[in-house]
T-cell receptor, first 114, second 114 residues
Framework: AQSVTQPDIHITVSEGASLELRCNYS??????LFWYVQSPGQGLQLLLK??????LVQGIKGFEAEFKRSQSSFNLRKPSVHWSDAAEYFC????????????FGGGTRLMVKP | NAGVMQNPRHLVRRRGQEARLRCSPM?????VYWYRQLPEEGLKFMVY????????ESGMPKERFSAEFPKEGPSILRIQQVVRGDSAAYFC????????????FGPGTRLLVL
């Protein structure tokens, strides 16, 4: 069965600093990979996705992620964090019987210091 | 194009009552997914439906929970005889195609069982 691990439950960075959120997955085939962001009390917004092709994918709000098959990782990065980026970030892999059940990691809560 | 709509946004029930959660997918989307988010946890897949069909219900509890997506109208997640452990946020997502396609999430229904 597929699984997703986000090793960091909480991360605090200063505004303007760079950010990297880690995501490791376990899946037998080529995965579909996603990063979503959730603000408090809100639903999930898609940041970016990887299906195939270029392993470095660009998303919204200045985020990017790199798929590394050898490390089973799909880490999310941003060169300069803004205070409005404070939220919870979820990595997910698409799998399942019909190939479209999303399995989520436990999430990483990002706090931004002024 | 309106996004995924869920109602109610908040629902309070006493133990033993029934909860009905509604989800209207994005226009043109015929695939609906339900996920549950317990406090301080990531989202867990419950069920995947197409119009009038349940495709994958591997994440649904065996008792008290049911889901439908009729030919006309919204998808319904029904929880009978609710218990305190059912308190959670329930998210619906939709996609235009199956396997691997991006899922777009609604704002969620937050169920509180007293």
């Amino acid at each position: 069965a597929q699984s997703v691990t986000q090793p960091d439950i909480h991360i605090t960075v200063s505004e303007g600093a760079s950010l990297e959120l880690r995501c490791n997955y376990s899946y037998g085939a080529t995965p579909y990979l996603f990063w979503y962001v959730q603000s408090p009390g809100q639903g999930l917004q898609l940041l970016l996705k990887y299906f195939s092709g270029d392993t470095l994918v660009q998303g919204i709000k200045g985020f990017e992620a790199e798929f590394k098959r050898s490390q089973s990782s799909f880490n999310l990065r941003k060169p300069s964090v803004h205070w409005s980026d404070a939220a919870e970030y979820f990595c997910a892999v698409g799998a399942g019987n019909a190939g479209n059940m999303l399995t989520f990691g436990g999430g990483t809560r990002l706090m931004v210091k002024p | 194009n309106a996004g995924v709509m869920q109602n109610p946004r908040h629902l309070v029930r006493r133990r033993g009552q029934e909860a009905r959660l509604r989800c209207s997918p994005m226009k043109g989307h015929s695939h609906v997914y339900w996920y549950r988010q317990l406090p301080e946890e990531g989202l867990k897949f419950m069920v995947y439906l197409q119009k009038e069909n349940i495709i994958d219900e591997s994440g649904m509890p065996k008792e008290r929970f049911s889901a439908e997506f009729p030919k006309e109208g919204p998808s319904i997640l029904r929880i009978q005889q609710v218990v305190r452990g059912d308190s959670a946020a329930y998210f619906c997502a939709s996609s235009p195609l199956p396997a691997g396609e991006t899922q777009y999430f609604g704002p969620g229904t937050r169920l509180l069982v007293l």
